[in-house]
Nanobody
Framework: QVQLVESGGGLVQAGGSLRLSCAAS????????MGWFRQAPGKEREFVAG????????GCTDSVKGRFTISRDNAQNTVQLQMDSLKPEDTAVYYC?????????????????????WGQGTQVTVSS
């Protein structure tokens, strides 16, 4: 079992930046591929960015390319999402998630169904 807690959300103006952090307890995060997802009101949860167990590979959805960066610090048991040039359409609840143990160290996981553990979410609101 692993418990995930997100932090760093808030209200920001368009063009601004936020840095989300996800802290884990229960097991070391190096055992898991990690990801960030988001869910806006009335919409389905969507993949934002993912990072492999080793941290060597990352991936993200097209709408955030060049603006969001995912990283991890396995020694600190944390995962971060740096969000720059924020847009009003980025407004959502952001969730940190840990995938199952079955993936290779270099695999980035984008399917929400492959994630076994989820945080409670943190609200990000971008005003225009």
């Amino acid at each position: 079992q692993v418990q995930l807690v997100e932090s760093g959300g808030g209200l920001v103006q368009a063009g601004g930046s936020l840095r989300l952090s996800c802290a884990a307890s229960g097991r070391t995060l190096s055992s898991y591929a990690m990801g960030w997802f988001r869910q806006a009101p009335g919409k389905e949860r969507e993949f934002v960015a993912g990072i492999s167990r080793s941290g060597g590979n990352t991936g993200c959805t097209d709408s955030v390319k060049g603006r969001f960066t995912i990283s991890r610090d396995n020694a600190q048991n944390t995962v971060q999402l740096q969000m720059d040039s924020l847009k009003p359409e980025d407004t959502a609840v952001y969730y940190c998630a840990a995938a199952s143990l079955a993936f290779r160290t270099s695999t980035v996981v984008a399917e929400s169904g492959q994630y076994a553990y989820w945080g409670q979410g943190t609200q990000v609101t971008v005003s225009s």
